[in-house]
């Protein structure tokens, strides 16, 4: 592996690329879980094609090599060894390399609300055909629950940035735009806005907070405070 890293730190920049990680749980040196920092990377790319070697065979294979330049401690530097057949022989095609890995995160989100909000893995099923069909329609559950979460957790982010109007503005506009009138409706027999003529979709605000109700979520002067 050391001579692998050699041979690809001496090839040449074919550009650069910026990567923004997100926030994950992990675990530190003493097993204990604490919360990695979202961060935006800077990468150098750079290409090659390496010989695998076997007993009784070899084979040539493109590789990626994406390196973080701004990371605050070398052992905290990113690097990205990626193996692919597609062709690398622009920055643009090695980015798309790049863009497909990058997307893993997107895929672990789609499995936890798949699995964990959906409750794919609750079902207690003993045919494999009717656990099938139970999980494959979950699955649309999942991918629904990831779409409101990140439209709903956008106020967040935007606030982070100090675009505090563009996050109150998508608070306070109507959830219609996001929910269709079923949701919203079903959720209003559970939290029902008051002095609201329940003929209108309330606001995205009420629609997020009943909604984080309605999946466990229990509201206290802490978290009101922090939010």
Known sequence: MNALFEYLNEQPELGSYTANIPQKCIKNSKGKRVNR???????????????????TAAGSINVV????TNATGKSDALRWVLLTSEPIDTLEQALHIIDIYAARWRIEDFHKAWKTGAGAERQRMTEPKNL???????????????QLREVMTLPLYLRKKGLI?????IENQRCDTVFEQDEWKILQQHYK????????APDMKWAYKSLAKLGGFTVSERNVSRR
Do not use: C, M, N, P
């Open 193 to 200: 806005v008051r002095g609201h003529d329940g003929k209108t």
């Open 37 to 55: 920092v979202a961060i935006t990377a800077q990468l150098t790319v750079k290409v090659a094609q390496i010989t695998l070697k076997a007993k």
């Open 65 to 68: 090599y994406a390196e973080e």
């Open 165 to 169: 109007d563009e996050a109150v503005g």
């Open 132 to 146: 099938e069909r139970a999980v494959s329609i979950l699955a649309f559950i999942g991918i629904r629950l990831l």
